[in-house]
Nanobody
């Protein structure tokens, strides 16, 4: 069973860069079964797909975040990361990593495995 765990700071100041790491166990980032996803949920809103990295390192972003987000991976650690530059309070959300057979994840049902989520607050 694949398990995912997000880690990163809970509080980030506006205009700074948010960095989150997802550690995968019970599966491999080089497994071509899954897309490895970043998804967030702002307070009172639905899930927002941010982007994904494939088993061979191809990266896809939501068009709305393409200029501010970066996804990368370290296969030796079985981790993938999200960086979000120049954050604003609107980036306050619970951030999830997930494994899905589909590229874009918009509902809980569309990913096979989810991390527990990590709350990130953007505030001065």
């Amino acid at each position: 069973q694949v398990q995912l765990q997000e880690s990163g700071p809970g509080l980030v100041k506006p205009s700074q860069t948010l960095s989150l790491t997802c550690t995968v166990s019970g599966g491999s980032l080089t497994d071509d079964t899954y897309f490895w996803e970043w998804i967030r949920q702002p307070p009172g809103k639905g899930l927002e797909w941010m982007g994904a990295i494939t088993y061979n390192g191809n990266i896809f972003y939501s068009p709305s975040l393409e200029s501010s987000a970066s996804i990368s991976r370290d296969t030796s650690k079985n981790q993938f990361t999200l960086q979000l530059r120049f954050v604003t309070p609107e980036d306050t959300a619970v951030y999830y990593c997930a494994a899905s057979r589909d590229l874009v994840v918009r509902t809980r049902h569309e990913a096979d495995y989810w991390g527990q989520g990590t709350q990130v607050t953007v505030s001065s």
